[in-house]
């Protein structure tokens, strides 16, 4: 009879394996299903270290979400600069993307120029842009820890759009399926990495209150700090328009 019952049990067990089995695929969807506000207002302080030199910098972040799948966003420096960066993002196409220089004069980022700093920063102006899910093909590597959190470790190789990255290594936590870390490869090399820490719920929305981009040889990395934060309030439309940028 206890042969039996092990017997039972074992079949059980391989018979459920294939319905708790995630694929990578699955891991991404469910961290994309996460909740997110339709419109996002911040104040950031950045930190660029290169070498034995610290530069500040401080902005404002304002985010709208319309439909279609389609999201704007807005960056204005209020020092030591003037700088705004507009970014509107459409799914299925490459991002537009306006820079405002100190001196006045707009200009539009060339898709070839996606992977150059953004403000001297270690940020590159693709980072500054959504991401869509079906640009890339995924596979669970495995599991592992990351920033303190079990994590699933699931490769992301780009099929579609221009490509700054070749392939992406992204952390989920198991927890609730948020991306705590991503390795970015660039030509076939690790080539840096960003980090979310201090990750809190704000309205429902699991928000970041520190976030690093570090070069993968240690040599610069430029951190975030979130100072303060509101969703879902009223942005008029106005705000994300190139004219807005003058």
Known sequence: MKCKILLVCFMAILIAQPLFAQTGREIMEKSDALPEPQTAMSRLLMMVY???????????????QY???????????????????????REGEDDDQWLRLSSGRIKRIAASDKGQPFVNSHFYYQDLSSTDIDDYEYELLGEEEAVGET??????????????????????????????????????????????????????????????????DGKGKTELALRGVKYNADLSDMTFRREALR
């Open 151 to 216: 994590c699933y470790k699931v490769q992301g190789v780009k099929t579609a759009g221009e490509k700054v990255y070749d392939k992406l290594i992204l952390y989920v936590r198991k927890s609730d399926y948020f991306v705590v870390r991503i390795d970015f490869y660039k030509d076939g090399e690790f080539h840096k990495f960003l980090e979310n820490y201090q990750v809190k719920e704000i309205d429902g929305i699991l928000t970041p209150y520190k976030v690093k981009m570090e070069r993968a």
């Open 50 to 64: 290169k070498g034995e030199r610290v530069e500040e910098k401080e902005f404002t972040l304002q985010m709208k």
């Open 67 to 89: 439909p279609n799948d389609e999201d704007k966003t807005l960056i204005a420096f209020i020092r030591p600069t003037q700088i705004k960066l507009l970014t509107h993002a």
